[in-house]
């Protein structure tokens, strides 16, 4: 690891390892967007939506045991506390650029070889569905994170991922539901669901880094 890029370091040995679980989903995703299209199968379709837009962060905030474990590092200085808080997050904003070329590829050829899903596309709701998707995904990693590193935490790791998990679903359908009741339309709720999830993302990593700085590894 170059001592002038601690935090590239430590994302290249984030997804070294990772790497195997990313191609597995990420092709999966592609599958299942093939298979789709194909089809018409609006079912299939959603199926796809799903995966491909929340399998890869899911890897990564499995892989990363809700913290990055500090003895790991303690001799591979110059990487400071707030490296390793840091790297955490960018794993997962990685993981969610890393499916956007799969979504490329199936919207892409919907539009040119299936005229029927290239009305699904376009007007089934494909887009607000992801943004619901990516919604839990970035509430799941800021819930995840900050608690992980509490004893409570630390003690049930598999119960910590079922309360986020369950935590971020809720959070966000309740903005749909509160959206709704509104009158918000479909493209406006979605927008509130990112928003919503993209600031409790950056305020769970300021968070998450003050705890870093106190906490006894």
Known sequence: MKTKKPLIGLLIYSFYSMGGSLAIVLSLSLLIGIVALISGNNLLMQAFTLTVFGAAPYV??????????????????????????????????IALILELPVAAIVVGAGFIFNEGMADLLRY???????????????????????????????RNEQGLFFVCMVGAGAIVGAIAVVGSTLGLSDGTTSFLIVAVAGGAFIASYFITRMIYAKIDF
Do not use: D
């Open 124 to 154: 089934g709701g494909f887009a607000n569905f992801a943004f619901f998707v990516y919604g839990i995904a970035l509430l799941f990693a800021a819930l995840l994170y900050p608690l992980a590193c509490t004893k409570l935490g630390g």
């Open 60 to 93: 990564v905030l499995t892989k990363s045991g809700g913290t990055a474990k500090w003895e790991r590092f303690q001799l591979a200085m110059p990487i400071k506390r707030k490296n390793l808080a840091t790297s955490l997050y960018l794993n997962v904003l």
